[in-house]
């Protein structure tokens, strides 16, 4: 292990989801998507930078034909949501009478997966919209939405890992874990 993964692995408090874990729950995951969406046109629109890991991962065990775009929005400071999103980009993709699966990392205020998927509903007319996340935080929604595919239910943590990150650090890391407080403290923002 390289100084700088053990340094990483230090400043996480607990596991929540081995690597191993992780891929057989997308095993099932990807197996329900395939039934549902048998015969369909699926357009997967993959928000970026925290369903990098997990997209990856989910769609090549998608046993169809699809079209893979990407989005990048902000809405966090630090390890809470400002509730303003930003998009990255000026348009979103043509998903004009497709069946369209948004993936994101997390589902937790609900403000980003709201934000998209009234925008593309707005700029384009899918055909549906259904949305597929890894994980689901148990915290009251401030926007109303409801996932379709959840990958596992976490408590109210900050969480980083798989894609997930704290101030963009800890992407990388093969697992899902619990953030320590020391780590909160050490990298948070500046104001
Ligand atoms: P929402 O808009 O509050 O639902 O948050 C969704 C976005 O916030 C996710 O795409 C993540 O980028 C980020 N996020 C929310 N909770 C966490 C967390 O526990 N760890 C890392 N990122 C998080
Ligand atoms: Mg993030």
Redesign the pocket.
């Given at each position: 292990m390289s100084s700088a993964t053990g340094a990483m692995r230090s400043e996480v408090r607990r596991i929540l989801f081995h690597a191993s874990t992780i891929l057989s729950r997308l095993d099932e995951m990807a197996e329900q998507i395939s039934a549902d969406y048998t015969g369909k046109e699926l357009s997967v629109i993959a928000?970026l930078n925290?369903s990098l890991m997990f997209g990856a991962d989910l769609l090549r065990r998608l046993d169809m034909p699809l079209r893979l775009d990407c989005v990048s929005v902000s809405?966090?400071h630090g390890a809470s949501?400002t509730g303003v999103v930003t998009f990255n980009q000026i348009r979103l993709p043509d998903v004009r009478g497709r069946h369209v699966l948004l993936l994101?990392?997390?589902?937790?205020?609900?403000?980003?997966?709201h934000a998209i998927g009234d925008k593309l509903r707005h700029e384009t007319d899918p055909l549906s919209i259904k949305i597929c996340v890894l994980l689901r935080?148990d915290v009251p929604r401030q926007r109303e939405l409801e996932a379709d595919y959840v990958g596992f239910d976490i408590a109210n943590e900050?969480?980083?890992g798989y894609g997930?990150?704290?101030m963009e650090r800890f992407r990388n890391l093969p697992y899902i874990g619990v953030v320590s407080d020391e780590a909160i403290k050490k990298y948070a923002p500046k104001s």
């Open positions: 928000v925290g809405s966090y949501t994101d990392d997390i589902l937790d205020s609900g403000h980003t997966l935080k900050f969480v980083v997930l990150d704290y």
